[in-house]
C-alpha cells in the first residue's frame, strides 16, 4: 500500500523556503535607535573638542550599517515553493525583485542530489531531469537543509511509487 494520494495531481508533498532573518523590525529600530544615539553623543564630544569635521563620519557609520540591514532585509524576500503530486514535480523561485522562475520536472525522471561537507552538512541541493537542473534553498541554514533534505526525498519517493 502506498503513501500517495489516490488522485494523481493532488500534492503528496508542498514546502515554502524563506530566508531567516533573526532580527524583526521592532529589534531593528532600537538597534538603530542605539546606534544612532552613541554615534550623536560621540560626534557631539568630538565637536565640543574642535574635531567637527569628525561629527560627518559618525553619521557615514549609522547610514552604512542602515543600507546593510536594508539589503539584507530586501535579500529576505526571495522565497522557494515546491510541490510534488504523482504527475508533477514544481519549483517556483521567487527572486528579491519579485522575479519568478517556474520550473516542472517529471517525478519519475527527476533526480535529487546534495553535496555534503564534513563539518557543515548539506552545502547543496540540486534536482536534475530532463537535461535541466535547479537548485533548491541555496539561503537556508545547515539544520533547516538537513531537514527539507530528508522530507523532500521521502516525497519524491513516494511519488516514484517507491
Do not use: C
Not at 495531481?9 to 524563506?18: N, T
Not at 557609520?61 to 514544481?90: G, N, Q
Amino acid at each position: 500500500m502506498s503513501d500517495a494520494p489516490a488522485d494523481p495531481e493532488a500534492p503528496i508533498f508542498r514546502a515554502m523556503l524563506v530566508p531567516h532573518r533573526s532580527l524583526g523590525r521592532r529589534g531593528f529600530n532600537i538597534l538603530m535607535l542605539g546606534l544612532g544615539s552613541v554615534s550623536l553623543a560621540s560626534g557631539l564630544g568630538f565637536v565640543l573638542n574642535g574635531a567637527w569635521p569628525v561629527f560627518g563620519f559618525f553619521g557615514l557609520d549609522v547610514f552604512l550599517v542602515w543600507l546593510a540591514f536594508r539589503a539584507s532585509y530586501r535579500a529576505a524576500k526571495a522565497r522557494e515553493e515546491v510541490r510534488i503530486s504523482r504527475l508533477d514535480l514544481e519549483i517556483r523561485q521567487v527572486s528579491p525583485a519579485g522575479a519568478v522562475r517556474e520550473t516542472h520536472y517529471n517525478p519519475f525522471w527527476a533526480r535529487f542530489s546534495v553535496s555534503r561537507h564534513e563539518e557543515i552538512g548539506i552545502t547543496d541541493m540540486i534536482v536534475s531531469g530532463e537535461g535541466r537542473a535547479t537548485r533548491l534553498g541555496t539561503f537556508l541554514n545547515p539544520g533547516d537543509r538537513e531537514s527539507f533534505a530528508s522530507e523532500f526525498h521521502r516525497a519524491l519517493l513516494t511519488a516514484k511509487g517507491r
